[in-house]
């Protein structure tokens, strides 16, 4: 989560301390949990027009604070080469003994970079920031504030390009990557060059901006709605808070002599000894993140570098992954470091056609990288981010529309991450009046595969039928029945097809659902997934708890239910959640008489 960081621009009369705004614990507690004497670098914007810098990641760099020196260059390309363009290396934190004078004679800094560091020695974190004003590092003062949205203040851009590779393979490997080099080096030159349009809407940006009136050039880019063709004051682009799509296009002619005459080029390269042509096809894939005060005209100068970027990238993934003389297709995919997909997200350079479970090493080396413990995945293909569900048209996290619970206070604890919203009637089933377990089932699925866990698709209700006759739970008169399953079953059928092990907690009664707070917490806290709830004739899935205790020392407790028997538009949000089909409900909607049995699944420790 990002840390805040208002910048105080120093001069010979003033020297008061920045004050360096915490938005949210995550990023502090990384930076505690580190050992001492290493070192990483602070992911965020410089905003030169509010005055501030916004810290939105770290990470973790290898080797040790004394090996700083030499390799934190290396390090800040590594890292830089993954950000979005707009998104950059601000600053480094450190663990460990230092003196001013070693931090300052670091190159890498540049006027307004953070410094965070940590010289305890003790069990407590004391913190030491600073701010490097070109001349001197000053010091900064450290404080929490709650977190926004970074989308009001920025648009995201993406930017798809298809460009073909052209070079030469030769059987000596060393020559075929110094031609792959220069072909690479031909791409970025033409990215960066004249001939590069880029196309958003009824907008054509290029390096000298000749195609759009001045006044545009110099509008903000939060105004950019205005430009692209979009008049309709109801239209979702109005809002410039969505991923706004570009084009890129190349300028076949070139203008020569002084008649400024057109005309196409063309090259003609002659074929190497021993050499034979290869094209491979690079689907670039650039995501940008730029403040909204920047100037639309300013737009093709960051896209532009940003390409160069990405293929410097690409081809140093290319090399690393060829085997003997088969060099591999890249392929971009990006990925949320983060539940709540709140900070823009990283891109990373996979080799096509290598399956995840061949890239252990790369996805445990970018969890070290961005300080990810290794018990849940992130880096997994099925998690990349902008990729059609593999949920379809169900809703996804409809709990987030929800209205509050009305405790104000005590504890709260809801589901972590994604899941679909599964209920009667979808998917062509009528299974109304008895597949209320089965939804939920499918519910639980979801979020397992939406995190990364399996790549399998969502469960239907002849494949679980058909699961629990294969482990012996029933017999085969129960496939294509419309009998019931329960909290068992849904932990069976876990279990076998996505390798999910689950608690069943065991309550008396309805009643008594009030005495197991603190066991739904602790599972929503350390696991995470949603739970199945069956008692009576109904299942229902439980996405989190509040609860505390009044004045009176009585417990005041509200579940946060997602209900399967929803039969009306899969899609319509707002009567899901006006009316009641997921809610915070008391302690009345439990059967008093009913016992429950609840399916807590547990989290595989993998990634």
């Known amino acids: 989560m990002p840390l805040r960081v208002r910048v105080v621009p120093p001069s010979a009369s003033i020297r008061q301390k920045t004050r360096v705004i915490v938005w949210n614990s995550t990023v502090s507690l990384k930076l505690s949990r580190t050992i001492q004497s290493v070192y990483g670098l602070l992911i965020g914007q410089r905003n030169s027009i509010g005055g501030e810098v916004e810290i939105f990641s770290v990470t973790s760099c290898n080797g040790k604070l004394s090996d700083l020196q030499d390799e934190l260059s290396g390090e800040i390309n590594r890292v830089n080469s993954m950000l979005p363009i707009g998104v950059d290396v601000i600053g480094l934190w450190y663990n460990g003994e230092t003196n001013d004078e070693f931090l300052f004679n670091q190159s890498m800094f540049d006027s307004h970079s953070i410094i965070i560091g940590n010289r305890s020695n003790s069990g407590d974190v004391t913190y030491l920031e600073y701010l490097f004003d070109g001349d001197e590092l000053l010091h900064c003062e450290l404080s929490t504030i709650n977190y926004r949205d970074l989308s009001e203040d920025n648009q995201l851009f993406r930017l798809h390009i298809q460009l073909d590779l052209s070079f030469f393979c030769n059987p000596n490997m060393d020559e075929t990557f110094k031609s792959l080099n220069l072909a690479f080096q031909r791409l970025k030159e033409r990215c960066e060059s004249e001939e590069s349009i880029f196309n958003i809407g009824n907008l054509c940006l290029n390096s000298d901006n000749t195609f759009i009136d001045e006044h545009i050039v110099n509008s903000r880019i939060a105004d950019i709605a205005k430009y692209i063709g979009n008049t309709d004051d109801n239209s979702k682009n109005r809002n410039v808070s969505e991923c706004q799509s570009i084009n890129l296009f190349f300028n076949l002619c070139q203008t020569i002599g002084s008649d400024n005459l057109n005309c196409p080029v063309f090259q003609i390269a002659p074929l190497q000894h021993s050499s034979t042509q290869s094209i491979i096809p690079i689907n670039c894939d650039l995501l940008a993140f730029i403040n909204k005060d920047i100037d639309i005209g300013d737009l093709s100068s960051y896209l532009s570098h940003g390409l160069s970027k990405q293929l410097s990238y690409i081809e140093d993934t290319m090399i690393e992954y060829t085997i003997g003389s088969k060099i591999p297709t890249p392929e971009i995919l990006h990925f949320y470091l983060d539940f709540e997909r709140r900070s823009p997200p990283v891109s990373v350079v996979y080799p096509r056609g290598i399956p995840d479970s061949e890239l252990t090493d790369l996805r445990k080396d970018l969890h070290s990288m961005f300080l990810i413990d290794n018990d849940h995945p992130v880096f997994r293909r099925i998690q990349r981010a902008f990729s059609q569900s593999i949920v379809g048209r169900h809703l996804v996290n409809v709990h987030e529309s929800a209205k509050s619970s009305g405790i104000r206070q005590g504890v ?83 279990n076998e097809l996505y390798g999910v092990t689950s608690k069943i907690l065991h309550v008396t009664s309805g009643s008594k659902m009030s005495s197991h707070c603190e066991d739904l917490a602790r599972h929503f806290q350390s696991q995470g997934p949603p739970v199945m709830a069956g008692g009576g004739q109904y299942a229902h899935t439980i996405l989190g708890i509040q609860f505390d205790d009044d004045d009176d020392n009585e417990r005041v407790v509200k579940w946060l239910i997602l209900d399967p028997h929803y039969t009306g538009d899969e899609l319509d949000i707002r009567t899901i959640v006006t009316k009641g089909w997921c809610s915070w409900k008391g302690c009345e909607f439990w059967d008093q008489t009913a016992y429950y049995n609840l399916c807590m699944p547990q989290r595989p420790i993998e990634f």
């Open 412 to 494: 709260k604890c809801i589901v972590t991450g994604r899941y679909g919203y599964y209920h009667y009637g979808q998917d062509g089933i009528s299974d109304s009046g008895w597949g209320c377990a089965y939804r939920s089932l499918q519910t639980l699925a979801s979020w397992f595969i939406l995190q990364g866990y399996c790549d399998r698709p969502v469960v239907q209700h002849r494949e679980i039928q058909e699961t629990l006759v294969a482990v012996g739970d029933k017999q085969k008169e129960f496939i294509n029945s419309r009998n019931w399953i329960g909290s068992f079953e849904v932990s069976a059928v876990l």
